[in-house]
């Protein structure tokens, strides 16, 4: 990855995650930790001959040049001791290893085991009450409010049908950066992984049928009433999309690969 994408994506992932961005150039501070725990790999590809191995530079030597050259003279590799690091501790991105680094985040073992399953990456994932009386929500509301910002959207296979797998829910609610709950009639499972959404700390937005539907411990976040009619529907809708455009920006868009 060339130097001022990776800076880039960094800079916005510590925007995301609520980073005060005081000083100068505080994006490369993650970036001179890594390389100093040999983490990632630095190199300029000038410096490349033939078949020789890579000329990796020394974190020092990168330290005392990077403002000379600017950063898109860089390209950045993962080592191998990151994919051990990771999976021995259980971090699955740069952000939250340099989160770690800076006493921001927590060590836990999740009930449900480490995630595992990268394909359930999702812009948007929606937690909806396992009935088929909500598919007309998600048809004529959510999935045109995903659709027409370009965000992938993520939700049970089974909600409808009744059926759903919490091992799928919860691997999806990892990986994905923001999360939708319908908290129409309080389901259970809804309130249950709307909790570990906020855990997690992800952007939630709540939606539901009636203020009541909502537990007065959330009525103080931001929510969206909706009525469950055409009219209503698109309204809801185009309620989404303003909401979503708020945290779909580059640099609200949290990110867990940026290698």
Not at 221 to 244: P, T
Request: hydrophobic share 40%.
């Amino acid at each position: 990855m060339r130097g001022r994408d990776l800076a880039d994506q960094l800079r916005a992932a510590m925007i995301a995650q609520g980073t005060r961005m005081e000083r100068p150039n505080q994006e490369m501070e993650p970036i001179f930790l890594l390389l100093d725990a040999g983490l990632i790999k630095v190199y300029m590809p000038n410096e490349v001959r033939g078949d020789r191995e890579i000329p990796y530079m020394a974190p020092d030597r990168f330290r005392q040049t990077w403002e000379q050259f600017g950063l898109d003279h860089y390209l950045f590799v993962v080592s191998d001791t990151l994919p051990r690091l990771q999976r021995a501790l259980g971090i699955f991105s740069l952000t939250e290893l340099e989160q770690r680094a800076h006493g921001d985040s927590m060590t836990v073992t999740p009930a449900f085991g480490l995630p595992h399953h990268s394909h359930l990456r999702r812009n948007l994932y929606a937690l909806l009450p396992p009935t088929s009386l909500i598919r007309p929500v998600y048809d004529a509301a959510i999935r045109p409010a995903a659709d027409g910002l370009n965000l992938t959207l993520g939700y049970a296979e089974d909600c409808f049908s009744g059926r759903v797998s919490v091992l799928e829910v919860w691997e999806s609610l990892y990986s994905a950066d923001i999360v939708l709950a319908d908290c129409t009639r309080r389901h259970p499972l809804v309130m249950y992984m709307l909790g570990i959404s906020h855990t997690l700390g992800k952007h939630t937005i709540l939606i539901a049928q009636s203020s009541e539907d909502v537990p007065a411990e959330f009525r103080q976040l931001e929510h969206i009433i909706y009525e469950n009619s055409k009219d209503g529907l698109n309204v809801l809708c185009s309620e989404l999309q303003a909401r979503l455009l708020e945290f779909a920006q580059p640099k609200n868009m949290a990110t867990n690969t940026v290698m």
